[in-house]
DNA sequence: CCTCCGATAATTACTCCGACATATTACAGG
DNA sequence: CCTGTAATATGTCGGAGTAATTATCGGAGG
């Protein structure tokens, strides 16, 4: 039981809890094994090309079975943070290699302090696709879609982004938009962008009070979308995208 | 009520080979099964709502271990194909939960016969992206981005996109672009993409002789972005994904 | 008689264990 | 420098036991 084998690397993972600590209900103990070593790669605890201790070694250290040892790396590997070669061990791959808009890797990646640069990254995308987005919406929706946003965006009056309520309409109405493009690739893409993106606007409360109603943007979206007007709808959502993106800017430098 | 007989949905799976049939080195038995599997639900084999028979049941008929079979659903997991719970047995989830965007969730997609729709979605996000991306390299390149951009432009005339040689050339010319933007999202969000659309290029080979000659197309983008005009490199760009667009979707309709 | 709710039971995935097989690297010998 | 051999870590296997969720059944309340 007492585990006085001299392995330095990994001590400060096992150190934190057992591994275990963290698994609520529905969470299984190879999904918690991934998550905690997800975030240690993403969090650079771990850098590429660095190898980890081996199997049975590492699965004591967690004071977990090698399956379920096993079963987390292979989530790992299909996200494409780490390899596994007999002989030669898991290592972490370049960065280039890992999926980084993955649901789950991208909230390793914001559950930590997440990379300003890569924060930047995402808005640059955000700021390419969304537009472009409405600008399909505009074009494509339907009844249906119009009515989900016009709700959405009520209930962000309602509630305001400081509450979880307001937060879930904020995404409701994104979502709304990507639904009416009818693009699958772009409700995908979107969607996990739009998530990680609403991990900083949580950074965002934290640092201060909300500087910005957020609300008359979203409504010259909606209304550009609603009139069919694809490229109000674009300009609108550009428009929106670049105030969030100063918001969360200014919230991370101070 | 209870299905006491052998499921027959699956047996057509496990029918094709003992699952270890196209297992060459390098490639582990789990990422054999995980593979087979997935082209499986990709191709609507199995559909969303659909529930997988038993761990027991599929590994024996798969002639895997559960081991094996346990580490192959991970992965699909992972990627957001299908969920397991206790006692409600492993689903395939909705298509909106999939991670269309992975590397290998899109080579599966393109294994057998590609979604139509799903093509031209992912063009139209790569017609979004790409002009995107040129005009970004176009600010940011420096003189070893266009030394790579120019090798890479020279060897697609030696070779012709009918050689794998060619094919490559080109994947280095647009890689060339997407580290010029040095946004690590976007190089991963379009290499995945490029990727599926090298597919399709297939198809456009195996239909008929290539209808045009890609190079000028190239060219201009190449200029474009060498001369440091945004402008012209996002037209150029977007010039260059339409006429592919074209090009596959008459390869596709004969 | 029907509906709703809670205790119970059955089924399924989940976890653990120990052994063996395989592939890859490293080293020694030619 | 090349070749063959040995060491080592991952890969695969089969079984046993645990935990969790769903479905069933029974009883209380309407």
Redesign the interface.
């Known amino acids: 039981m007492t585990r006085s084998a001299p392995v330095s690397d990994n001590e400060d993972i096992a150190a934190i809890d057992g591994a275990r600590g963290v698994r609520g209900p529905g969470r299984r103990l190879?999904g918690a094994i991934?998550h905690k070593l997800g975030m240690a790669i993403l969090s650079g605890q771990y850098q590429p090309g660095d190898t980890l201790s081996g199997e049975v070694a590492f699965a004591e250290e967690l004071d977990v079975s090698r399956?379920a040892y096993?079963?987390a790396i292979?989530?790992l590997?299909?996200?494409?943070l780490v390899e596994s070669r007999p002989k030669a061990g898991t290592r972490v791959l370049p960065?280039?290699r890992?999926?980084?808009?993955?649901?789950?890797v991208l909230a390793w990646a914001f559950a930590g302090e997440p990379d300003i640069?890569?924060v930047r990254?995402?808005f640059?995308?955000r700021a390419?696709?969304e537009p472009?987005a409405a600008r399909?919406a505009a074009q494509r929706r339907n009844k249906d879609d119009i009515k989900v946003m016009k709700d959405a965006l009520a209930a962000m009056r309602r509630h305001t982004l400081a509450t979880d309520a307001g937060r879930a309409a904020d995404r409701d109405f994104h979502n709304a938009i990507l639904k009416a493009t009818g693009?699958?690739?772009?409700?995908?893409?979107t969607a996990s962008?739009g998530a990680a993106v609403n991990w900083t606007t949580q950074y965002k409360q934290r640092a201060r009070a909300l500087p910005r109603n957020p609300i008359p943007d979203h409504v010259r979206v909606f209304d550009a979308i609603a009139a069919g007007d694809p490229q109000a709808a674009s300009d609108a959502m550009s428009a929106l995208v670049q105030l969030a993106l100063e918001d969360t800017a200014s919230a991370m430098a101070g």
Do not use: C, M
């Open positions: 190879h991934a399956s096993r079963e292979q989530v590997t299909a996200k494409g960065r280039t890992w999926n980084l808009l993955d649901p789950d640069q890569f990254d995402l640059e995308l390419i696709v472009a399909l693009n699958d690739a772009l409700i995908v893409l962008i």
